[in-house]
Structures are given as structure tokens and as C-alpha cells.
């Protein structure tokens, strides 16, 4: 690209002498830019009358150098901008189009008869399944179907209007007035929302033999209104569950591909992170890093709900503890409690408990006061330093070969009861 840089009062000092034809000779050329003397051709020596300097942005010389920017992490505070697990949406559904009250004209056919089309349907509104979508961010507050097209004359029908599809993450669950109403959890399921309205009868649809000249059509059916909730809910094998600052997204970090904010000062991880533990048979194994919860989190105080809800897709779960802390052993009993009041059973699932911070020195005593408290077994972990971390993830793959095997139970049971 060239940018000429010559003065606007030069070039009307040029057109007011009447110079309309001239001659543009390059008079040097180097690396950096090029001058051009405009001459008037009208006189026997050539006059020259200025120089035009154009300079090249693509040369390395004259154009900026531009540094090759880097996409930066997004900090834990600009995650939550845009990952959003609920939404409430207003569906309406496109209206059908009219019907056509015409009649045939053509010459020398007097009575050509009714030839008006039916108009076409409204469109549908369709919730499907992406996989590629990994939250309700880009799901709009109201969606408004296409409306149908309306009958013509010459017998001609109205077009049908194509349905809008929403795209929402697997795991979404739809609630009615508190109601589940769909649960989509596999990738390219469909649920249909509203239906659109019906298209109008056109006047040729009313011909009989009683009556050879109807005027009659009927209107166009509006479509269906609804307000649905739309609730996303971890898809995960495993789940975390611990008080704030207990360690599960270092855990998360150190046992997965995941990387979660973690940092050397307390604070509480704001939206749920899913990490992949991959084994040497390339089986994986989704776990779920879920957000802090406090007492009282079944009545919802802080974000209590929100946080719960996510676990109960999670298969089994796994208690972390801070072995730091005093009397670790009333933490697990405190989130039992409130697994059970937002669920009851939900803390009854296939569990481990995970000791975690055992490189501090107040760790290790805890430890074997919380082992006579409980009967479950206790995997001593630090996240920090990676200590024991692989039997964490070897009784983890025992808890998901477990699940598998309750699966194909069900499954066989499920088969034989139907034949």
C-alpha cells in the first residue's frame, strides 16, 4: 500500500492553472520510499511543478514493527463473566402465515374458480445439545420464532418457516414452574420448546360441489409462548467436595489436565472446573472440582444452591479435608450434613476421603485421630507436593470401574425386563 502525502492547497493551486494532463516520472527509487515529479506536459521543457513523496507501509523500514501478542490466561474473576449455569428464557414461536382469498383470472375463462393457497407454519423453537458449548453465556434472555409465509394466488402455498435451534452444553436440565421438564444429556439431543402456529386456509381449501365460489379463509394460529429455566449441571464422574480453601483445585491440578486458579492466599473458586484423568488402557475419567461450599449452603446462603446442584450429576465423591485445620473430622460431618438436606442420599454415593496438606507438621496428628472417627478409607494426599497422589488416582479408577460394572447391571436388568 502507498499513502500519497502531498498538500491539498498544492493540488488546487494545480487545477486552478487548468493543468489537466500530466506526466509522472519516477525520479529515484530506494528501500524506504519513492519520489515522484509531476510535470505539465503542456510546455516544450518540462516544468516541474512538485514532488510527491509515497512511502511503503509494507517495507520493513518504513512500517511499524508489530510484536506477535500472546493470549493471555483469564484470571478467576474474568472466568465468571462468561461461564453462566442458569438462564431464564422467554420462547415464543412463530405465528403462521394467511391464507390467500383470490380468484383464477385468465382470458376466456370466465370462471376460473378460487385459487387462493394456504399460508405456512410457524417456526418451532428447538433446544439442542452442542458439545462445543460449555456454558449458557451465549443463550439470549428471549427467542423469537420465524414466522410463516402467506398462500399466494395460482393455488400457491406459503412457505413453512425454518425452526431457530438454541445451543446449549451437555448437562443442561429445562424447569417449568419448578418442574423438570427435559434433561439433556447427550450430545445432539433435541427437545422441542413451542411449537409454531398453523398456516391459514386459503379460500381454494372451502371448494365443493355446493359451493363453486368461496370466499372464506381462515386466520393464521399464533405460536406457543413459554418461560423456561435452563439450569447446567457438571458432567462428571467424580466430584470434590470440600469447605473453601481446602485444596481441590490444587488436587484438581495435580491428578488432571485441568488448571484452575490457585494462588498462596485463601479465596474461594467461583464456577466448577472439570479435569481428565487419563490411564495407561486410555480410559478416562472426568472429575469435577466443585465450589466451596459453607454451612448452611442447603438453606442457600452465599452461593449454596448453585454449588449443590453440580453434584448431583458426579457418580461418587470424594470429601476433601484440610488436615491442617482443627478437628478435620467435624468438616466431613458438615458436608454430609448438607449434602443430605439439599438431597437426601446424596451423601450416601460411593465416596473416599482425602486427607490433604500432609506436608505441614500439624497434618500428620490430625491424621490418626481422623482415621478413628471414620470407617470409610482415608487416602493421605498432599497437592502441594504431589505425595501419594498416585493412590489417589489408582482408587479412583476402582471407584469408576465400580460404577461401570452397577451400569451394565442395571442395563441387563433393564433388557431382560423388557424381553
Known amino acids: 500500500m502507498f499513502s500519497i502525502l502531498t498538500p491539498p492547497n498544492l493540488l488546487r493551486k494545480w487545477l486552478a492553472q487548468g493543468i489537466k494532463r500530466t506526466i509522472w516520472t519516477v525520479a529515484d527509487r530506494t528501500g524506504i520510499c519513492t519520489r515522484i515529479f509531476v510535470s505539465d506536459c503542456r510546455q516544450a521543457p518540462r516544468k516541474t511543478l512538485g514532488v510527491v513523496h509515497y512511502f511503503s507501509s509494507s517495507c520493513s523500514l518504513c512500517a511499524k514493527t508489530r510484536s506477535i501478542q500472546k493470549k493471555k490466561n483469564l484470571s478467576e474473576k474474568k472466568l465468571t463473566r462468561y461461564f453462566v449455569d442458569h438462564r431464564r428464557v422467554t420462547l415464543v414461536a412463530g405465528s403462521g402465515g394467511k391464507g390467500a382469498c383470490t380468484f383464477h383470472s385468465e382470458p376466456r375463462k370466465e370462471w376460473g374458480g378460487p385459487d387462493g393457497g394456504n399460508g405456512g407454519d410457524g417456526g418451532n423453537i428447538v433446544i439442542k445439545v452442542d458439545k462445543q458449548v460449555k456454558s449458557l453465556s451465549m443463550v439470549s434472555p428471549v427467542y423469537r420464532g420465524k414466522d410463516g409465509e402467506s398462500g399466494g394466488s395460482k393455488n400457491c402455498y406459503g412457505r413453512n418457516a425454518s425452526p431457530t435451534y438454541i445451543r446449549v452444553p451437555v448437562g443442561t436440565i429445562l424447569k417449568e ?3 423438570i421438564v427435559a434433561d439433556l444429556s447427550r450430545q445432539n439431543q433435541e427437545y422441542v420448546a413451542v411449537y409454531g402456529g398453523a398456516g391459514g386456509k386459503g379460500n381454494r381449501f372451502f371448494l365443493s360441489n355446493e359451493n363453486r365460489a368461496p370466499t372464506k379463509t381462515t386466520p393464521a394460529e399464533q405460536g406457543q409462548e413459554r418461560i423456561l429455566h435452563l439450569e447446567l449441571r457438571t458432567m462428571a464422574h467424580a466430584g470434590l467436595v ?5 485444596g481441590k483445585s490444587s488436587l484438581l491440578r495435580a491428578i488432571s489436565n485441568a488448571k484452575p486458579a490457585v494462588a498462596a492466599y485463601p479465596f474461594t473458586t467461583l464456577n466448577p ?9 486410555h480410559e478416562q475419567v472426568a472429575v469435577a472440582d466443585i465450589p466451596g461450599i459453607i454451612r448452611g449452603a442447603h438453606l442457600n446462603r452465599g452461593l449454596g444452591v448453585s454449588f449443590l446442584r453440580h453434584i448431583e450429576r458426579c457418580r461418587f465423591l470424594l470429601f476433601v479435608l484440610d488436615l ?13 450434613f448438607e449434602l443430605e438436606q439439599y438431597d437426601p442420599g446424596l451423601s450416601r454415593r460411593p465416596q473416599a476421603i482425602v486427607a490433604n496438606k500432609m506436608d505441614l507438621p500439624e497434618a500428620q496428628v490430625n491424621l490418626a485421630t481422623l482415621r478413628g472417627h471414620v470407617t470409610q478409607r482415608v487416602i493421605p494426599v498432599s497437592a502441594l507436593t504431589g505425595q501419594n497422589v498416585e ?12 460404577y461401570l460394572q452397577v451400569e451394565e447391571g442395571a442395563g441387563t436388568g433393564a433388557e431382560a425386563a423388557k424381553s
Do not use: M, T
Not at 242 to 246: I, L, Q, R
Not at 273 to 281: F, L, N, T
Open 273 to 281: 472446573h472439570v479435569g481428565i484423568v487419563q490411564y495407561r488402557d
Open 242 to 246: 470440600g469447605f473453601p480453601n481446602a
Open 391 to 402: 493412590e489417589l488416582i489408582l482408587h479412583l479408577r476402582e471407584l469408576y470401574d465400580g
Open 177 to 179: 414452574n419448578g418442574k
Open 324 to 336: 491442617s485445620a482443627p478437628e478435620p473430622w467435624a468438616q466431613l460431618q458438615d458436608l454430609r
